[in-house]
């Protein structure tokens, strides 16, 4: 039993191109050095003595610059390549950040706070349209699983070693966080041009004119969905550790720990299972996903200890594994090879869209009506989504 599940183990990290582990260490590398926006806030409040509105303001043009840098990196990817765009991306974006660190004043910290959001943000459509492009279909699934993977252990470097260096000296942060952009792409051009990564675009032939992503009529549905999965995903990051904090009486340290173990679950669980899926009908299984995310809501109201909330992480982690590398992957096979950074770069697009406007949303819900609304609100929502999934998966079928 036990050598039958190595074995399963390590076929699902096996078979995968070159191509996705180099994209997939070139997020790690990046990842790893993932600070600044973790401890901006009070960067921004306890050194540069910004009040907390200024701030809040602040992180709202990054939300902005992102939304731009997001569907401006699908298009270029598009024109130029997927290989220029995250190149280009990185070196840009090491550059404003430690360049960031030096700018003291609200309008020029605004400018170039934007400027990096563009930069930095145009990144992400272009990697994930890359993985596209390197896998077989049959292999999109993991080779979107190995690139997240890499991003949760890079976070699970990053902000720790953030917060050390915080203690010491802020100006630390944007330092790393520069230099770790850099050097993602200094080894992405070395390792690029040592095995030739094709990541150039695919120009159409002219009888084979691609649909636009706007009239695909499926992707534009699935989009709909996306944006409200991602408004439910994104309560982790505050109305989830404030209702810990208020009805479960936890301390931050363990609050810190179920997101951790949020990350461990992903590391060591998320790609033997989606090799297990992967010959499956994608569309049922996201569909469910959905259902385990609005669960690890909905049962909050339901206890106030900290393994109940454990419990409730584990089943929103496993509706997260079900729902994001698999949906990825039924995006891209919906595009053209050749207009594949346009899909990919809407797919990101819709949920900066959603970080922008699920936690403000849900805070005020919260803040209204209380929190047991917004956890039952969740749980609607989670059916809807549901429900739209299984209509498109009988449309398709």
Not at 86 to 115: D, E, K, P, R
Not at 128 to 154: D, H, M, Q, S
Not at 313 to 319: C, Q, S, Y
């Given at each position: 039993m036990v050598n039958k599940l190595f074995r399963h183990y390590r076929s699902a990290y096996t078979g995968l191109p070159k191509t996705a582990w180099i994209l997939a260490l070139i997020v790690l590398?990046?990842?790893?050095?993932t600070m600044v926006v973790f401890f901006l806030t009070l960067y921004l409040t306890q050194k540069l003595n910004f009040s907390v509105t200024q701030a809040g303001k602040l992180f709202s043009l990054y939300g902005i610059g992102a939304?731009?840098?997001?569907?401006?990196?699908?298009w270029l990817s598009d024109i130029?390549?997927?290989?220029?765009?995250?190149?280009?991306?990185?070196?840009?974006?090491?550059?404003?950040?430690?360049?960031?660190?030096?700018?003291?004043?609200?309008?020029?910290?605004?400018?170039?706070?934007?400027?990096l959001a563009v930069v930095c943000e145009a990144f992400r459509p272009?990697?994930?349209?890359?993985?596209?492009?390197?896998?077989?279909?049959?292999?999109?699934?993991?080779?979107?699983?190995?690139?997240?993977?890499?991003?949760?252990?890079?976070?699970?470097?990053?902000?720790?070693?953030?917060?050390?260096?915080?203690?010491?000296?802020?100006?630390?942060?944007?330092?790393?966080?520069?230099?770790?952009?850099?050097?993602?792409?200094?080894?992405?051009l070395y390792l690029g041009s040592r095995m030739q990564l094709d990541m150039r675009p695919v120009h159409k032939q002219k009888d084979d004119v691609p649909m636009s992503p706007f009239k695909d009529v499926v992707f534009m549905f699935v989009l709909l969905l996306l944006l409200l999965t991602g408004m439910m995903f994104f309560q982790f990051f505050n109305t989830w550790p404030l209702y810990l904090r208020q009805k479960y009486a936890l301390i931050e340290a363990q609050i810190g720990t179920l997101m951790g173990l949020n990350a461990l679950i992903i590391v060591l669980v998320e790609m033997p299972l989606i090799h297990s899926l992967e010959r499956r009908k994608p569309l049922p299984i996201i569909s469910l996903g959905v259902l385990f995310v609005a669960a690890g809501f909905v049962m909050l109201p339901y206890g106030n200890t900290y393994l109940y909330a454990a419990l409730a992480?584990?089943?929103?982690?496993?509706?997260e594994m079900l729902v994001f590398p698999l949906v990825a992957a039924f995006i891209a096979n919906l595009a053209?090879?050749?207009n594949q950074g346009k899909y990919m770069g809407m797919f990101s697009f819709t949920f900066s869209i959603a970080l922008v406007i699920g936690p403000g949303l849900g805070a005020w819900v919260y803040d209204h009506f209380g929190p047991v609304i917004l956890w039952y609100g969740i749980g609607v929502t989670g059916l809807i989504v549901f429900s739209g999934f299984q209509i498109i998966h009988k449309k398709l079928t």
């Open positions: 590398i990046n990842r790893s050095g939304l731009v840098g997001t569907y401006l990196g699908g130029w390549g997927t290989y220029k765009v995250q190149v280009t991306s990185l070196l840009l974006s090491g550059i404003a950040y430690i360049a960031l660190g030096y700018i003291n004043t609200f309008y020029g910290f605004a400018v170039l706070l934007m400027i272009a990697n994930i349209a890359a993985i596209a492009k390197a896998c077989p279909v049959e292999l999109r699934p993991r080779g979107f699983t190995i690139n997240r993977l890499a991003v949760n252990l890079g976070v699970t470097v990053g902000p720790a070693l953030g917060g050390l260096l915080a203690m010491k000296n802020y100006s630390y942060l944007f330092w790393v966080d520069g230099i770790t952009s850099i050097a993602a792409a200094v080894v992405f992480m584990v089943l929103w982690t496993i509706g053209h090879e050749s």
